[in-house]
Nanobody, 121 residues
Framework: QVQLVESGGGLVQAGGSLRLSCAAS????????MGWFRQAPGKEREFVAA????????YYADSVKGRFTISRDNAKNTVYLQMNSLKPEDTAVYYC??????????????WGQGTQVTVSS
């Protein structure tokens, strides 16, 4: 079992940056593949980025490639999402997720409560 708590969301102007954090507690953090997902109003939740247990592999949605960077610090039990060049269409609730299995979207079984990101034009 792992508990996930996101932070770092807020209101930012288009072109700005935010860094989201997700603090994990419970079982050994380094045994989890970690991911970020988002859900905009009226839309389904979508995959944003993921990182493997040892941070050797990262995965990104096409819509955020080159703008967002996922990273993790296993010593701090924390995963980050650095978001640059933000666009209004990035507005959503961002969720941190975890799985003990390799990165496949359907594998994620642990979820945080979400943090709101709003990008104004």
């Amino acid at each position: 079992q792992v508990q996930l708590v996101e932070s770092g969301g807020g209101l930012v102007q288009a072109g700005g940056s935010l860094r989201l954090s997700c603090a994990a507690s419970g079982r050994t953090f380094s045994s989890y593949t970690m991911g970020w997902f988002r859900q905009a109003p009226g839309k389904e939740r979508e995959f944003v980025a993921a990182i493997s247990r040892s941070a050797g592999n990262t995965y990104y949605a096409d819509s955020v490639k080159g703008r967002f960077t996922i990273s993790r610090d296993n010593a701090k039990n924390t995963v980050y999402l650095q978001m640059n060049s933000l666009k209004p269409e990035d507005t959503a609730v961002y969720y941190c997720a975890a799985t003990t299995r390799p990165h496949i979207v359907k594998n994620y079984g642990y979820w945080g409560q979400g943090t709101q990101v709003t990008v104004s034009s």
